[in-house]
């Protein structure tokens, strides 16, 4: 199999299989590498999005697409949080610019869509499957752990001065507080996560070796990286979502079933995100490109 993760099938019947990869990312505390070939930045070209079907027409391997969707939509997430936290660094006090703004809130609405993605996992195999490895890998295992988040958890929760000046912002965090609000609800009706479950309680502080759990989890290596590696980690997985969906629509075909995780009575304002998966990761994507994020914390 090629070491890209995608091996494209070229019959058009068998599904491309899917294997999701390393993820390199530069520790929270440090800025990214300005290494030569920062300097090749340019205009990235414009990508030819396929569109893609809500409902999947052929059967899937549940065991490996589900597999993949839960660890590159996280890892996705967490290159798009390293691209708002070094923005939110950045500014604590003073808003940032327009172009900056553009980018917070193109980047909350791909988190929004890979929280949308990774939960079209059906309810049963998460509970068989999902998050039987999350407990092994630590029985109060929690999205809390992850490192790349908290920087700009404090945009999440609307306590930064300037935020609420931005409307577009605005309305993309309240869209992903209700994007999580939503799936978590979908997967685990009864509301509790593992963290609650668990002898541990929300807010005490996170430890180092429970970061790299959590890391090591979701295939995360912490190590040097720049901007234009950042970069291409996250065009590669763009792409590797695009082949997904295309192949087995949003809502995959398991056993002859469909597992929809937005219906009717769902919130409008997710929505929009049910076609528009690779249209908003797109966005964010570019925008990322566009900045020299390496520059934001000289
Ligand atoms: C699709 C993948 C998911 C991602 C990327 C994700 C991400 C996160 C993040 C980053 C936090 C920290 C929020 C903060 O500190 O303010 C969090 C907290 C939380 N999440 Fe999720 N989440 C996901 C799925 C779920 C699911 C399926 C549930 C179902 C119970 C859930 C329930 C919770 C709860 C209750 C919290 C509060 C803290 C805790 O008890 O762990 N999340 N999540």
């Known amino acids: 199999m090629s070491r890209r993760g995608v091996e494209q099938v070229t019959n058009g019947h068998c599904p491309p299989v899917l294997v999701p990869r390393l993820l390199f990312m530069p520790p929270t505390s440090h800025a990214l590498e300005t290494w030569p070939d920062a300097a090749h930045g340019g205009e990235p070209a414009a990508r030819e999005l396929p569109g893609y079907d809500a409902f999947g027409a052929h059967p899937v391997d549940a065991q490996q697409l589900f597999w993949f969707r839960w660890i590159v939509g996280h890892q996705v997430s967490f290159v798009l949080w390293r691209a708002m936290c070094d923005v939110v660094w950045r500014h604590p006090d003073d808003s940032p610019g327009e172009r900056e703004l553009e980018l917070l809130t193109a980047c909350v609405d791909g988190y929004s869509a890979m929280l949308l993605y990774s939960s ?48 577009a912002l605005e309305e993309a965090v309240a869209r992903n507080g209700v994007t999580h609000d939503h799936i978590a609800g979908h997967l685990v009706p009864d509301g509790r996560s593992l963290l609650q479950q668990s002898a541990g309680a929300p807010g005490v502080t996170v430890s180092r070796e429970k970061e790299d759990l959590y890391d090591n989890f979701f295939l995360t290596i912490r190590r040097p990286v720049s901007h234009v590696e950042l970069v291409s980690q996250l065009e590669s997985r763009l792409e590797e979502l695009a082949t997904d969906l295309t192949h087995n629509g949003l809502y995959p075909n398991v056993g002859g079933r469909h597992h929809p995780v937005v219906s009717g ?26 900045t020299r994020l390496e520059e934001v914390r000289s």
């Open 120 to 167: 079209t996992v059906p309810r049963a195999h998460y509970h068989a499957h999902t998050r039987v490895r999350m407990v092994l890998q630590h029985p109060s295992f929690s999205g809390t752990w992850a490192p790349d988040y908290r920087p700009v958890r404090k945009l999440f929760r609307g306590k930064l001065p300037w935020q609420h000046d931005c409307a």
């Open 265 to 290: 009575d769902s919130d409008e304002l997710m929505k929009p995100l049910v076609t528009g998966v690779l249209e908003v990761l797109d966005r964010a994507t570019r925008l990322v490109s566009e």
